[in-house]
């Protein structure tokens, strides 16, 4: 029983547009959320995260949002640029050590 | 300041060999965990330690799995024995404490092909 799924295994996005990953999750306990990138041969690394308090949280190009009524969340990278060609990894959290994972999101940027 | 770390990187090794995969957490942290990555599961949580106790082993897959640590700066994962289908990316993770609002850094990753 998946928790948190990322049903798009894979997005290509032309550079300079916008890129939107999408997460969904059934646990309503979750309050904290995360996004991750993962180059190959590299260990995932934390890009933003919200809290359940919030439905927006920007960081530079990166933006997440979070929609607590339909369990969805979604990342959106503005503008896209080829660096950003990676897996993004969703993942959820209710204040415990299990952070649920999400499958990834394999977003290529072409150029 | 210095990320978590493990070693070894790659590894290739034998069917029936012992294996060790070593991390040192992020200083200061005192929540562990190590994760497997497979095309077929994605990333799950083998074993979560808290102050160096082992507090959820769970996801360990068999007997064949055993984790330890020893100290706040060092853990190990050891397969013995390696079967090829523990081939996988094992990572391991760290927090400064467990509760919503932290953020877990991973390692780089031990590339695991048993053969």
């Known amino acids: 029983d998946q928790q948190v799924k990322q049903n798009s295994p894979s997005l290509s996005v032309q550079e300079g547009r916008i890129s939107i990953l999408n997460c969904d999750y059934t646990?309503?306990?979750?309050?904290?959320f995360l996004w991750y990138k993962k180059y190959p041969a590299e260990g995932p690394t934390f890009l933003i995260s919200i809290s359940s308090i919030k439905d927006k949280n920007e960081d530079g190009r990166f933006t997440v949002f979070l929609n607590k009524s339909a369990k969805h969340l979604s990342l959106h990278i503005v503008p896209s640029q080829p660096g950003d060609s990676a897996v993004y990894f969703c993942?959820?959290?209710?204040?415990?050590?299990?952070?649920?994972f999400g499958t990834g999101t394999r977003l290529k940027v072409l150029a | 300041d210095a990320g978590v770390i493990q070693s070894p990187r790659h590894e290739v090794t034998e069917m029936g060999q012992e294996v060790t995969l070593r991390c040192k957490p992020i200083?200061?942290?005192?929540?562990l965990f190590w994760y497997r990555q497979t095309m077929m599961r994605g990333l799950e949580l083998l074993i979560y330690f808290n102050n160096n106790v082992p507090i959820d082993d769970s996801g360990m897959p068999e007997d064949r799995f055993s984790a330890k640590m020893p100290n706040a700066s060092f853990s190990t994962l050891k397969i013995q024995p390696s079967e090829p289908r523990d081939s996988a990316v094992y990572f391991c993770a760290s927090t400064e404490t467990v509760n919503s609002g932290n953020t877990i850094y991973f390692g780089e990753g031990s590339w695991l092909t048993v053969v």
């Open positions: 200083s200061g942290h005192n929540s």
């Open positions: 646990n309503s306990m979750f309050d904290y």
């Open positions: 993942a959820s959290n209710s204040g415990t050590y299990k952070y649920i």
